[in-house]
């Protein structure tokens, strides 16, 4: 009888001289001692052990940064949390402000705000420079994580939960989208302006609500969007209405919402509360703003 002592693995660790070693038991050379000794228990068969000299193995971990804590902001929300929040949206264009941040090199992948100042990236219209609050999740916020949501296929709720935070840190630096923003004015006559990046590329007369039933005043994320879509109601009258296929729709307040309708003048109080436009015009309307893009009601 011979004895066969086979060793099957040294595996070095961190530069230490840690291993495990795995030896068999002793066998035959007949095959009835090699296949008793095949099917024996593991513990008889595999003599196993492993040594660090001092070094202690770090322990393994799942995927992500081991600190990183995700907190969920929505309105109304302010602090620390809001404040990063601000930061990343910035950083990737949803906000009408930039962010530069200051100080030594700190990590980038942080839910802490780092060191720096907000500066807004054009010259933006009074209705929304009067909004804007830094650490505080308001309107503005809102509706910048909405579009965020839209553009990176999440649910569109305008809540910074932990799917949101994970898109922020995890995506590389983007060249800032255009930043869309429309004001509706209720004066005479009635007009809806649409600014991109501070400019103006769209303006046209436009119908909002009758007394009876009136636009709210007001500044409101556009949460809803349908190429076409069957509008239906109740008259102030009591009467009901069913209106199919009205066009470029983007509903920014319950009901309320920018979409064409055909009427035989624009500028002056018509609906039932939505903001009308000629086909046409929905359609260019329509094509500038986006999930989230805010719409102010003024007079």
């Given at each position: 009888m011979r004895r066969v002592l086979v060793v099957i693995g040294f595996l070095a660790a961190a530069g230490a001289a840690a291993g495990?070693?795995?030896a068999f038991a002793r066998t035959s050379g007949s095959p009835s001692a090699a296949?008793?000794?095949?099917?024996?228990?593991a513990h008889r068969r595999i003599v196993a052990y492993s040594h660090t000299r001092g070094h202690t193995l770090a322990p393994v971990r799942a995927w992500g940064h081991p600190q990183m804590r995700f907190h969920t902001v929505s309105d109304g929300a302010h602090g620390?949390?809001?404040?990063?929040l601000q930061q990343l949206l910035a950083k990737w264009g949803y906000l009408p402000v930039a962010f530069q941040a200051r100080g030594g090199t700190q990590p980038l992948y942080v839910t802490s705000p780092r060191r720096g100042r907000f500066s807004w990236r054009f010259n933006a219209p009074s209705e929304l420079r009067s909004q804007w609050r830094p650490g505080v999740f308001g309107t503005v916020t809102r509706g910048a994580v909405m579009s965020f949501e839209a553009d990176h296929g999440l649910a569109v709720d305008g809540v910074a939960g932990r799917r949101v935070w994970l898109a922020l840190l995890g995506k590389r630096p983007a060249k800032p989208a255009p930043y869309?923003?429309?004001v509706v004015r209720e004066g005479s006559p009635e007009t809806i302006t649409v600014y991109q990046t501070g400019r103006r590329p769209f303006s046209s007369p436009a119908n909002t609500g009758i007394p009876e039933a009136p636009t709210a005043l007001g500044t409101y994320p556009v949460y809803l969007r349908y190429t076409s879509t069957t509008m239906q109601g109740t008259?102030?009258?009591?009467t009901h209405y069913d209106?199919?296929?009205?066009?470029?729709?983007?509903?920014?307040?319950?009901g309320d919402a920018v979409h064409g309708f055909l009427r035989s003048s624009y500028g002056?109080?018509?609906?039932?509360?939505?903001?009308?436009?000629?086909?046409?015009?929905?359609e260019?309307?329509?094509?500038?703003?986006?999930?989230g893009t805010l719409v102010t009601v003024t007079t």
């Open positions: 495990v070693f795995l296949t008793a000794a095949t099917h024996a228990p620390p949390n809001v404040l990063r869309t923003y429309a008259n102030p009258d009591g209106d199919p296929g009205v066009p470029w729709v983007s509903y920014f307040n319950g002056s109080p018509q609906s039932l509360g939505c903001v009308e436009l000629p086909y046409a015009a929905a260019v309307a329509y094509g500038l703003m986006n999930y």
